[in-house]
């Protein structure tokens, strides 16, 4: 049976990095809305609710919206903005993130994707605190970089329009400096922490990729974990995952540097264990790419999840 999908939103960067992966499956029908009919009610209604799934790439009111429109029971919802990310009764589109969660996906009809910088983030720290390495009331600080494309449409203009009056040619650009970023509540929320994490994210001029780094004063910590407790309980969260994987101690110090756009084009999560043992100080690290693990690989990877398919197809 071929399922039909809308995406409500698929003129934005994460929809056509979507459509992009579905649109060669012939285990898809891909439905869409006449341009001129866009902020048609009516028209968007019979669609959100005539298709078996439906991806919302929308801000914030928009899904709310949207999802406000959908009365048929059968339809399939994930949400790639941040409107359900922490909503009762949605479930969070990381299967990766705990035991049960891939079940909870696949028999979610209302998921909510993940942020980008929090898949990192969650990646890092939940399997820490799970195995007791780090306290749930520990002050946790993540610095992170993204390429512009993570700001849609107005920062690509900024960074690649040279005819914009906001064009820039900033190399680099730390923001959200007064700590309110938007997906502080998701990171916390989903690791178990008592309190809110330092959050400090920046923009590099580069289109896509990421890296989100989370530093470690191992030796202040109870306990005292080395660098080999952590990366144990990392690699024992992760062992057998096709999307998410944890670099071996002795490849971590064979790097130089890490590259943010080491992994662009795919669905794929790195996570790397950095340190010094004599120092008791460790650098957790993930690399992925804003618009694949980030955006739209992982609304791909749910969508295959919640409608029965191979969960990699089109990944």
């Not at 008592?194 to 470690?216: K, T």
Request: hydrophobic share 45%; proline share 6%.
């Amino acid at each position: 049976m071929t399922v039909k999908v809308f995406i409500d939103g698929e003129a934005g960067t994460t929809g056509l990095q979507i459509r992009e992966r579905l649109s060669p499956r012939a285990d898809l029908q891909l439905l869409s809305i006449d341009p001129a009919r866009r902020k048609d009610a009516a028209a968007r209604a019979e669609l959100l609710n005539g298709a078996d799934a439906v991806i919302l790439c929308l801000p914030d009111d928009a899904a709310r919206e949207a999802v406000a429109l959908i009365d048929n029971p059968a339809v399939k919802v994930i949400d790639a903005s941040t409107a359900y990310r922490t909503a009762e009764g949605w479930t969070y589109g990381f299967p990766e993130m705990a035991a049960g969660q891939r079940a909870a996906v696949a028999g979610s009809s209302r998921v909510s994707n993940p942020g980008c910088y929090p898949t990192g983030f969650i990646a890092l720290v939940r399997p820490l605190v799970e195995a007791g390495l780090l306290p749930a009331s520990w002050p946790v600080t993540v610095n992170a970089v993204s390429g512009y494309s993570g700001g849609g449409r107005a920062m690509i203009a900024e960074f690649e329009d040279t005819t914009s009056a906001n064009f820039t040619h900033e190399p680099y650009r730390a923001y959200a400096l007064n700590l309110g970023h938007k997906h502080v509540g998701e990171m916390q929320g989903h690791t178990g922490l008592e309190h809110p994490p330092l959050f400090a994210p920046a923009v590099g001029r580069y289109a896509q990729g990421m890296i989100v780094e989370v530093p470690l004063q191992l030796s202040a910590l109870p306990g005292r974990p080395t660098l080999d407790d952590v990366h144990q309980a990392l690699a024992a969260a992760y062992a057998g995952e096709r999307f998410v994987e944890v670099a071996s101690l002795d490849e971590a110090r064979a790097l130089k540097g890490l590259d943010p756009e080491g992994l662009n084009g795919s669905n794929r999560l790195k996570l790397f264990v950095f340190g010094d043992p004599a120092r008791g100080q460790a650098r957790l690290v993930a690399l992925l790419d804003n618009l694949g693990k980030g955006a739209s690989g992982a609304a791909v990877q749910n969508l295959n999840l919640m409608c029965g398919l191979d969960e990699a197809a089109g990944l």
